[in-house]
């Protein structure tokens, strides 16, 4: 796909830095790579060099009573789940795994990859996403200068939090090269209560509903009839319940009871099987199967529901669909076309208030729509001076977000 | 010791009355506060210890007001300084003598409450626990409390990242808003997020949390709000030593508990708040450790027995359990009131604010404890034990010649030893003015030549709340030509405060 490209291993934070400064002063941009699962994803504006991360592996901290690990960030996410497993904690945003999305291995990813893409799963809306669980990081900046920010502890305003600049930036600010995260332990249990029985909105609305009750809800999704995992002939509303064993039966109980009169039939997941069924919504399963391009919209919880609505009436061929963040994420699957349908899609979107991300498209689609949701005039003129205060000659990743940055 | 401020301009001072003429242009009369006498109202936050009497005061009312403030400001290029309630605790409103004080205090409404969506939209000026009072009828609440919940503003908040009391378990204000309005430098006004999760770029919002009014002023706010937990039970644990405290508190969060709420206080502190308000406490403890569980009856029930096993194994000396709301509330009276309390002992003390890894808390305080004895100073601690947030009170009686000067050298000493254990030098109230000096024990060179370039993208001038923060003034044409070579300091011509 991309075998022009040469690839420098960088052995530590100082390869890095010389590499760029030598990039910045001829003016060459240069891509930043973890295990490669997510090329795919941004526009689509390769660069002739790249640096890997993959040399840069290691966890070089983890104090489980702390709640802290720090690792390299070149380190597969696997190594770093695997030892959170093993001491009853995780990274509670669960970063959502590309491959069901592009193909390749599961679990490939670098946890540096993890970052820059703010990849964040269905317990986002109750534990936050990726951004929320940065507490510091090593870089080389863009200038090819190495930079720490952030630390080791939960509470710190000790300067600008750059932590939530650089998650999700997709290497256009900087090469990171160390991460230290937040962890947590580990529910005992889980389980999940589905509703069954009702239309879309109707199922959306109890989902909404249920983020209101004081029974600690941790994932809030919705499944059209049909939709992989469960493949069932009806419309699915899907609520996980986290905790100790005492207490998930009894806050499962109370939610049904609170939710009784909706008229849904309630079936409960026990705890594998909710566990299985999250990991497959965290991948997008139920849109990921169909052959098409993928949008992932984010709006406020009521507006999903209304956005698609109007998306529906422009006759936009969609293929597949659910909602999770009860009801503020929706993912889409829409039949391929060369704009993707990005104007039908954003003005859905614009109406209400949020943005739309084209997640798969093919490379020729992705060079030509923007791939991000574009901005007012002031706030991308902000975002690109951001983009310069680390990477005044637009080394890293030149493209990869905007045709401008 | 003392600090140095930036010296005032000469050139803005003498444009103070043409100034003046321009404001009057934008706001009423009533919000210009143009007096001398009735502007030493503003001339300190709650960091008391330095002041200032600001060029002017301006108090806009609307969005359109500040943006036309920002754009004058800029054009005449003179320094603004944003306030909110000016409960501040690291100066960071501390005004400026050539700077407009620009007070929020008038943007004071809530201007939607969405149940739908769980959040609230509020301009700056509404108090912290305003939000939850306006939204507590339907039984929702905002959850970062700080101590100052009942003045401060959630526009300082955001400022700020205020924490407080339930930060281990519902986070930061950085993890509780959804969206901001900004004005910028020039007038220019920005929204970031909403009532959606996440940027579709940048993350400008979780950037402008906790920059301390030096990106641009905010003028509304996007909270989540929560569903309060159906019960809170709280334990009230005495331990023989602080050790044996901190080793409980690890022990918690090692069963995988993660409490509503787990604070620690030491003996000076248990002392205080008894002489202060009897409540209960254990005179014989040299540590006190609340913990609030909430969630469900059940699992309330289940975690309090764990909780208190735990306290039990690692040798409590005092155990009581909340049974009623009333004793919940009780148990948290004294921690409440600790500040205050411990003002009865001194008239003065410094309120510091280190972050800690939690396991080092004995050594921490062992640590402390010399620099007290070595400065002639007494110190009480309170601690947000459960994310290892220090709040090391240092008391003095600024009457007695020489003595502040010594309580802000120890508290220096403090925060330098919390950094040198994997700490950092404020966990929640900011760096501003007070502990500016202090960025280089943390940062390099390089490192803080960064966030100021960062500053650079929004405030090219260096007119917003300019002498906070960072410990050098800079130009930020300069910066993109730098190159910093055997270790010299850039700049050697501009002055390091």
Known sequence: MDAAIATLDIRDAADAAEAIRAAAARNQPLGVIGAGTKRRLGRHAPSPRELSTRALTGVTLYEPEELVLSARAGTPLRDVLTLLDANGQQLAFEPLDHALLFGGETCAATIGGVIAVNASGPRRIKAGAARDHLLGFHCVTGRGEIVKSGGRVMKNVTGYDLSKLVTG?????????????????????????????????????????????????????????????LCRVETVAALRIEGPEVSVATRRDALAAALRDSGARFETLPFAESAAFWAALRDAAPVAGHSGQVWRLSLAPTDGVRALARLRETGAPILAHFYDWAGGLVWLCLEPAADAHAPAVRAAVDAFGGHATLIRASDETRARVEVFHPQPPPLAALSRRVKESFDPAHVLERGRMRAEV | MTLIMPAPEPDILSQRDALIERLRAILPASNLVVDETARRAYECDAFTMYRALPLVVALPETVAQVSAIMALAAEMNIKIVPRGAGTSLSGGSMPLEDGILLGMSKFNRVLEIDYENRCARVQPGVQNLAISKAVEERGFYYAPDPSSQIACSIGGNVAENAGGVHCLKYGLTTNNILGLEVVLMGGEIVRLGGKHLDSEAYDLLGLMTGSEGLLGVVTEVTVRILQKPAVARCLLLGFPSVDAGAHFVGAVIARGVIPGGMEMMDRATIHAVERFQPCGYPLDAEALVIVELDGTQAEVDLLVSVVDAIARAEGATTTKISTNEAERLQFWAGRKNAFPAVSCIQPDYLCMDGTIPRGRLPEVLAGMDAIAKREGLQVANVFHAGDGNLHPLILYDASKEGEMARAEKMGFDILRLCVSVGGVLTGEHGVGVEKRDLMGEMFTEIDLEQQMRVKCAFDPMNRLNPGKVFPTLHRCAEFGMMHVSGGAAPFPDLPRF
């Open chain 1, 169 to 229: 930036s997709f290497g256009t600010l900087a090469l990171l090269t160390d991460v230290t995260l937040k962890v947590l332990p580990k529910a005992e249990t889980e389980q999940t209560l589905l509703l069954l029985g009702l239309d879309e909105g109707q199922a959306v609305a109890q989902l909404r509903r249920a983020s209101g009750t004081s029974n600690e809800v941790s994932s809030f999704a919705m499944l059209p009839a049909g939709a992989a995992p």
